[in-house]
Each structure stands twice: as structure tokens, then as C-alpha cells.
């Protein structure tokens, strides 16, 4: 009885020695082992040899346990030795690594062969549980997409950005206009001299009269064609709307704020002017100031600030220069080149993201009246060396055929921003 009660540890004292191991009411061990068969019949199972009470062996994490009182610090294994590591007391768990262990009627979890039990004992095994060798998995750094590389636009005339190379061609371009302008002039005053004094002489003088004649045309043309259009400076204070729309559109452009210019007349027109996008002049009439909303004007000034950026600015005052002496409005055609509103017109279509804007002030200048007699779009003399440097240049011309190709009519441009 005493043997009993020391392997059950159903006395709360703990004992030291030898002895049978295990114990317990067979009632109670064919209950834990039916409830061991339930909870482990998915598992691995392995039978140990020897046993008491009818308690159920695992191989793996067993455990076992009779009823409440005192927890005896006794283990019982197969050979009756009991080895004292600590047990489970009441309601308590503990952990240890042997053969065996009896306790209380608290959990107690064992690593090995267990064995013993008593009634309303519990076990558990685990022999099939996986452990994960190696380091930790760690997330994996994936390498950054490159950068995309923006599409390659052909520098033609439905580009919406303007390239250095039209701003090398028109700068080249106004640069050979002065040069040629300089050979009449310096040829005759060279031959003079080469006939009347010496060759040598005649040679040095057309060098530098030409030199000085190319210089003096190139720094004096803008004034010249300022003079020449009669255009007279405003204040922004005067003019604060057109002043707020330029300097809102020169920060898209990347241009500097340019002189703003003021013709009276009552015809609805712009052109720019000046030497270069650093020294640049804005012309506008009364009547576009008076007859455009802000959108429509946003789109003329975007329209004249595409000429600035491209440089043609100073071919329009290098030709009106020469259009002034040699020859009218076909000359001047000849040296700004053709086409070139409808390009500036697709550059500041494209830098207000809004044709409509520049459709309507278009459509606005064709719907208006004719020039009054008078105004400077009425005079072949005035007008005519400036026509093609005008954002309208069909002012009085509304009737004239459109020859194919022309792309400078106002009509023409009309129509290909309405299809925008």
C-alpha cells in the first residue's frame, strides 16, 4: 500500500529510493489511455516497454498525473528506481528530460520514454514536429527598376518642345541675313578705293565695311523695327493682366520677362521682337487686350513666347530691316522663312496644354471687322515689311487664295488646332 501510494504520489510527501513505478485505479489508467488513443491517433505513436496502471506510453513529450493533493518530486521509470528532479504538483507544469515521471494532478510534460499514470492523466506527443535548421529566413531585396527614358521626338514641325537646333538655325539664320546685307555696301565702297587708290587698300576697306555694316545691322535692327511699327513701352502697373499672364508663362518657357510693348489700334494682333530670348520685346494692339478673354490671351502670349524660345525673334527684326529697304512683304517672307506661326503655334499649344485657348483668339481675329483707314494694318506701307511677323498676318488678306502648303494663313492654322 505504501509502494502504491509513493509511485501514484497520492501523498504529498516526496521519497527517495527504489521502488515500483507507477500505480494507480486500472479504472482511471484505461481512461487516460483511451483518451491518449483519441487525441494521438494522427500522430506518431511507439509503445515502451514495462508500465503500471495501464497508463499509456509515448514517444516523445508524455505526460502523466493521478489525482489532486501534494506534488511529489519522484520520477518512476521501467526499472523502479525513482530519481528525484522535480514533479508536477497540483494544477502546476513543469518540464524535464528523463525516462519517466509520476505526479500529481497538475501537467507535466517529459521529453524520452514515460511512463506511469494513474487515472484522468493526460499526454501528449510531439515525435512528429519539424525543426528548422539554418539562419532565419530574411525578405529579399529586390534591385530597382531603371529609370524611364522619356520617347524620342523628331524635331519636326508637330514637335511639342522647341530643340537647340532650331535655336542654333535661327540665330545662324539672322546672323547670314546681316552678313549679306553688309556685302552690297562693303563691295562698293572696296571697289571704289581698289580703283581709285590700290588694290591692298580696296581689299582692307570691303573687310571692314562689311564687319561694321553686319555689326551696326544686327545691334540696330530691333530698334529699327520698334520704330517701325510704332509700338510705345506700358508699365505692368498699367497693364496688370497681360503683365501677370507673361510672367506666369515665362516660368513654363524658362525665358526671362521680356519689355511689354502697346500699338494702339483697334485690330486684334501680336509679334515679338528683339535680338535674342534674353533682350526680347512683346508687342500687343488695344484691341486684342480689349476683345480677348484670359484664356484666349494665355494662348496668344504662349503663342509669341514659342517665337522668343526659338529664337526667331531676332530673325523678325533682321527682316523687317530688310523687308523696310528692299522689297516689302516678300522680302521679309524670304527671310523669316515659311510655316514657322504654325510651329509656334503647336509650341504654345502644347506649353498651355489648351489649343482651345489659342483656337478662339484666333477665330476672334478673323471675326473681326476690317482696319479702319488709318490704322497701321491699313497702310501696304507699314504693315506690309512687318506682315509675316504678326501672330494674324491675313489682317486685310482674308480674301486671298491660300496657296497649297501655306501654313502661315490664319485660316489654315485655325482649322489644325480645331482638329486638336
Not at 483519441?38 to 515502451?48: A, C, G, L, P, T
Not at 496668344?300 to 531676332?314: M, Q, T
Amino acid at each position: 500500500m505504501a509502494d502504491q501510494q509513493e509511485g501514484s504520489g497520492t501523498s504529498g510527501r516526496p521519497a527517495d529510493g527504489s521502488g515500483d513505478g507507477g500505480g494507480g485505479a486500472a479504472a482511471g489508467g484505461s481512461g487516460g489511455a483511451n483518451r491518449n488513443r483519441n487525441r494521438n491517433r494522427n500522430r506518431n505513436r511507439s509503445r515502451s516497454a514495462g508500465g503500471s496502471g495501464g497508463g499509456n506510453t509515448a514517444n516523445g513529450n508524455g505526460r502523466s498525473g493521478s489525482g489532486g493533493g501534494n506534488n511529489p518530486n519522484a520520477r518512476s521509470g521501467s526499472n523502479g528506481q525513482r530519481k528525484v528532479q522535480g514533479g508536477g504538483g497540483g494544477g502546476g507544469r513543469q518540464r524535464s528530460q528523463g525516462q519517466g515521471k509520476g505526479g500529481g494532478g497538475g501537467r507535466q510534460r517529459s521529453q524520452g520514454q514515460g511512463k506511469g499514470g494513474g487515472g484522468g492523466n493526460r499526454s501528449q506527443s510531439r515525435s512528429g514536429s519539424r525543426q528548422r535548421n539554418g539562419p532565419p529566413r530574411s525578405s529579399v531585396a529586390l534591385a530597382p527598376l531603371p529609370p524611364l527614358a522619356p520617347l524620342p521626338v523628331a524635331p519636326t514641325l508637330g514637335a511639342p518642345q522647341v530643340f537647340p537646333a532650331e535655336v542654333a538655325a535661327n540665330r545662324r539664320r539672322a546672323i547670314t541675313l546681316c552678313a549679306l546685307a553688309a556685302v552690297l555696301p562693303a563691295l562698293l565702297l572696296g571697289a571704289l578705293v581698289g580703283v581709285t587708290v590700290s588694290i591692298i587698300g580696296g581689299i582692307v576697306l570691303f573687310v571692314v565695311a562689311g564687319a561694321a555694316v553686319m555689326f551696326g545691322l544686327w545691334r540696330l535692327a530691333p530698334s529699327f523695327a520698334l520704330n517701325r511699327i510704332g509700338a510705345v513701352p506700358v508699365h505692368e502697373e498699367r497693364e496688370r493682366r497681360l503683365s501677370n499672364v507673361t510672367e506666369g508663362l515665362c516660368a513654363t518657357f524658362g525665358l526671362s520677362m521680356p519689355s511689354l510693348y502697346v500699338l494702339d489700334d483697334d485690330v486684334p494682333n501680336a509679334c515679338a521682337l528683339g535680338r535674342d530670348a534674353r533682350r526680347s520685346v512683346l508687342v500687343v494692339t488695344t484691341g486684342l487686350m480689349d476683345r480677348l478673354n484670359p484664356i484666349e490671351l494665355e494662348g496668344v502670349i504662349a503663342h509669341e513666347l514659342a517665337h522668343v524660345k526659338r529664337g526667331d525673334n531676332g530673325v523678325s527684326c533682321v527682316g523687317i530691316t530688310l523687308g523696310t529697304i528692299f522689297g516689302g512683304a516678300g522680302t521679309l517672307l524670304r527671310c523669316v522663312g515659311e510655316s514657322r506661326e504654325y510651329r509656334a503655334d503647336v509650341v504654345g499649344a502644347a506649353a498651355v496644354r489648351f489649343p482651345r485657348g489659342l483656337l478662339g483668339a484666333l477665330r476672334t481675329m478673323m471675326a473681326a471687322p476690317a482696319p479702319a483707314p488709318g490704322s497701321f494694318f491699313a497702310s501696304p506701307s507699314r504693315f506690309g515689311p512687318t506682315r509675316w511677323v504678326w501672330i494674324d498676318p491675313s489682317v486685310g488678306h482674308r480674301d486671298d487664295v491660300v496657296l497649297p502648303g501655306d501654313l502661315d494663313a490664319t485660316s489654315v492654322r485655325a482649322a489644325a488646332l480645331s482638329e486638336w
